[in-house]
């Protein structure tokens, strides 16, 4: 069925270095691809998200790329802080963004180093 | 900007026993809304959506049902629950080409 593959499960960085996280993503109708933050307890929040028709998107430390051909998108985090250990999610509207939503991969817990 | 409403906020309940988690948005009118479950602190699992009053969508088989009496309430029921149910649920709005706005969710625990 469609779904949506996250990759590493776990990464741990040095404060300060850069975090990279992947997704590959099955069905290529799919045109929105947000990227969700978790701390323990809490709520998903989204930090930033990137539609079909551009090829990066930057807000301040946090980016995200796409690549619509290998249908795949990555969140790149520059100089890692504590605050950024977190889960984060990725997710995409397979099926072209029907009413069902967002489909989510099964997150990274990313782990700041001090 | 829209608000999502989840109560209540942890719940410890019997196997066996019934549930009722509520779920009420501010802010937007005739949302699509959404249950999701999240196991174990991790993946964020589609329950039901619904995209209109009385219109709900299974995505899996479960213990579970969903009910959407009014336009910005959302409902999640169970009549006897089972050890497995125990996780948190997020109610969430949204459109498929937008961000989902999730509530703070209910940590249930099953016992």
């Known amino acids: 069925g469609e779904n949506v593959e996250q990759h590493p499960s776990t990464l741990s960085v040095q404060e300060g270095d850069s975090a990279v996280i992947k997704c590959t993503y099955s069905d290529s109708a799919s045109n929105y691809f947000p990227w969700y933050k978790q701390e323990l307890g809490k709520r998903p929040q989204l930090i930033i998200d990137?539609?079909?028709?551009?090829g990066e998107k930057k807000d301040q430390r946090i980016a995200v790329t796409l690549n619509k051909t290998a249908k795949h998108f990555s969140l790149h985090i520059t100089e890692t802080q504590p605050e950024d250990s977190a889960v984060y999610f990725c997710a995409a509207n397979l099926r072209g963004g029907g009413a069902d939503g967002l489909t989510f991969g099964k997150g990274t817990h990313l782990i700041i180093q001090p | 900007s829209q608000t999502i409403h989840q109560w209540p906020a942890t719940l410890v309940q019997p196997v066996g026993s019934p549930l009722s988690l509520e779920c009420t948005v501010e802010?937007?009118?005739?949302?699509?809304l959404y249950w999701y479950r999240q196991a174990a602190g991790r993946g964020l699992q589609l329950l039901f959506y619904?995209?209109?009053?009385?219109?709900i969508s299974s995505e899996v088989p479960q213990n579970l049902s969903a009910s959407r009496p009014q336009d910005r309430q959302f409902i999640l029921s169970s009549k006897k629950l089972l050890l497995s149910d125990s996780g948190f649920y997020l109610c969430?709005?949204?459109?498929?080409?937008?961000?989902?706005?999730f509530g703070n969710g209910t940590r249930l625990t099953v016992t």
């Open positions: 990137i539609r079909s028709n551009v």
């Open positions: 969430a709005s949204g459109q498929g080409d937008s961000p989902l706005h």
């Open positions: 802010g937007t009118s005739n949302p699509n």
């Open positions: 619904s995209v209109g009053i009385g219109q």
